[in-house]
């Protein structure tokens, strides 16, 4: 399996932008994660999704920021208009709901954001 | 609320001394998942090990071993004879063990160097 799968690897845009990150997770998984991870404060939980639909978004910071999971080989996560503070590393995993493997989360590689 | 604490912020030791990393955690929930991940300098985060609050026994795999202690909330992991390769940000988390909340909550992190 290629494992969790993250575009782009690095990103650098300006203030004010759209920023979208893309996330393909292993196939046969139902549960999709986003996180964050900065210095200031760790890893974050933003929104995870089950089977497509979003069960928990409490994470996300503000209305700046949305997720998508439109089919179950591919979410996004999308920042408009963009701040320097969203600099950060955005990690994706996935896992699968399964008495043996219950929540195992499997990371993608991370896609590091830097907003000028 | 579910909380968990790596105390030690960073740690150094020469290469093949033995050193433990922390995790101390908070759940109020009787079943719950305990992990630990490594997150090496490429970046990307490594499954290590899961443990349900119902096993209580240690484990041990190659170099690596894990000390879960229910009494004292405290979820330990030694490496045995270090090497440069184990360099690398350790992350302890903690999981509900109910369908339909499958969130991780990670502790900050714990530095590990092996000097050569």
């Known amino acids: 399996d290629a494992g969790v799968i993250q575009s782009p690897r690095h990103e650098v845009t300006e203030m004010g932008q759209e920023v979208t990150l893309r996330c393909k997770p292993i196939s046969g998984h139902d549960y999709l994660f986003w996180y964050r991870q900065t210095m200031m404060r760790g890893l974050e939980l933003l929104i995870y999704f089950n089977n497509n639909v979003p069960i928990d978004d409490s994470g996300m910071p503000e209305d700046r920021f949305s997720a998508k999971m439109p089919n179950a080989s591919f979410s996004t996560l999308k920042i408009q208009p963009s701040e320097p503070r969203d600099s950060a590393v955005y990690f994706c995993?996935?896992?699968?709901?399964?008495?043996?493997?219950?929540?195992?989360?499997?990371f993608g590689p991370g896609t590091r954001l830097t907003v000028l | 609320a579910q909380k968990v604490t790596q105390a030690q912020t960073e740690i150094s030791v020469v290469e093949k001394e033995d050193v433990t990393l922390d995790c101390v955690y908070e759940t109020r929930d009787t079943t719950y998942y305990l992990f630990w991940y490594k997150q090496p300098p490429s970046g990307e985060l490594v499954f290590l090990i899961r443990r349900n609050s119902f096993d209580e026994q240690n484990e041990i795999s190659g170099r690596y071993s894990w000390n879960f202690q229910k009494s004292t909330s405290s979820f330990n992991f030694t490496i045995t004879a270090s090497q440069v390769v184990d360099s690398a940000v350790y992350f302890c988390?903690?999981?509900?063990?109910?369908?339909?909340?499958?969130?991780?909550?990670f502790g900050t992190g714990t530095r590990l160097t092996i000097i050569p």
């Open positions: 988390a903690l999981s509900e063990a109910n369908f339909g909340n499958e969130k991780l909550t």
């Open positions: 995993a996935s896992s699968f709901l399964g008495t043996v493997y219950y929540n195992e989360q499997f």
